[in-house]
């Protein structure tokens, strides 16, 4: 069974700091991971998709990697903001599943200090 | 705009009394899906669809029903709540093997 891990739970660094958000998955066969941000009480706000063929995708500021053969991803983000503090979830498409399966993360909760 | 809504966004209700939360999305994804997110659970899949009545099981199926009648919607039935029900919820859609996009969230309380 899939399990998503996402260490730490919880992340506080100063303004303009460089950061990487962890994720692990426990089965390499997946169809695709994707990375959310949640404010506080809100929706979930896609940031990057990686299909399970692509090495990484960059939006901005964020890139997301992914190496499979490991089970991991990570979310780099750069010269962070205090506007950027939220939860980052990710998330996997196990591959032999219907595209509306998908295994969330528990989330890292992070804050940006100004 | 593409979207999915959600409706209510805040429902406080009484333990029995059946309520439907509402799911409607205009980017004629074929695959919806709702998840409830509670602390320290994270978000869990109750139901998903994969086309119009097409629907299956998720991860917390218990005390919830679906249906599909149309593709732009999806609504979640309880039909007999209950306080271990309250919880955040949230309808997401996509076209396939593509991103997931999710609505703004009902915040269900039941007293």
């Known amino acids: 069974k899939q399990e998503v891990t996402q260490i730490p739970a919880a992340l506080s660094v100063p303004e303009g700091e460089n950061l990487v958000l962890n994720c692990s998955f426990t089965d390499s066969a997946i169809y695709n991971l994707q990375w959310f941000r949640q404010d506080p009480g809100k929706g979930l706000t896609s940031l990057l998709l990686?299909?399970?063929?692509?090495r990484e995708q960059t939006s901005g500021r964020l890139n997301a990697s992914l190496d499979k053969s490991s089970g991991r991803s990570t979310l780099y983000i750069a010269a962070s903001q205090p506007g950027d503090s939220a939860t980052y979830l990710c998330?996997?498409?196990?591959?032999?599943?219907?595209?509306?399966?998908?295994?969330f993360g528990s989330g890292t909760r992070l804050s940006i200090r100004p | 705009e593409a979207q999915v809504t959600q409706n209510p966004r805040y429902l406080i209700t009484v333990t029995g009394k059946k309520l439907t939360v509402t799911c409607s999305q205009n980017m004629n994804h074929e695959y919806m899906s709702w998840y409830r997110q509670d602390p320290g659970l994270g978000l869990r899949q109750i139901y998903y669809s994969m086309n119009v009545e097409v629907t299956d099981k998720g991860d917390v199926p218990e005390g919830y029903k679906v249906s599909r009648k149309e593709k732009r919607n999806f609504p979640l039935i309880l039909e007999s709540p209950s306080p271990n029900q309250t919880s955040l919820y949230f309808c997401?859609?996509?076209?396939?093997?593509?991103?997931?996009?999710f609505g703004p969230g009902t915040r269900l309380t039941v007293t």
């Open positions: 998330a996997v498409r196990p591959r032999y599943s219907s595209a509306s399966k998908i295994i």
């Open positions: 990686i299909q399970s063929s692509q």
């Open positions: 997401a859609s996509s076209p396939d093997s593509y991103e997931q996009y």
